[in-house]
């Protein structure tokens, strides 16, 4: 059985930064893209970044320079490091194996100060 259980969010002031950690379980981590997505309320969902098996990464322009997207194959984890946060970034936060079909439950993101 697929998981995919976020965890990290929370309440940031402008400027600060959060950890979100995606623990993923029920097949071969290793072998699959991950990606984070976001949907802040009356938005469309969102792709922030992705990470391929192989490790090359992208983001969406907003978040450039900010969010680093890394995985740790070992531990079956993807993680999205944010700092420099916005309160345009807050937002339900989603961690997805898309080629396999799978998301988390969302973790919330709340930057206010």
């Known amino acids: 059985q697929v998981q995919l259980v976020e965890s990290g969010g929370g309440l940031v002031q402008p400027g600060g930064s959060l950890r979100l950690s995606c623990a993923a379980s029920?097949?071969?981590?290793?072998?699959?893209?991950m990606s984070w997505y976001r949907q802040a309320p009356g938005k469309e969902r969102e792709l922030v970044a992705a990470?391929?098996?192989?490790?090359?990464?992208n983001y969406v322009d907003s978040v450039k320079g900010r969010f680093t997207i890394s995985r740790d194959n070992a531990k079956n984890t993807v993680y999205l490091q944010m700092n420099s946060l916005k309160p345009e970034d807050t937002a339900v936060y989603y961690c997805?194996?898309?080629?396999?079909?799978?998301w988390g439950q969302g973790t919330q993101v709340t930057v206010s100060s």
């Open positions: 997805s194996a898309p080629l396999i079909g799978y």
């Open positions: 029920g097949f071969t981590f290793s072998r699959y893209g």
């Open positions: 990470i391929k098996a192989g490790g090359s990464t």
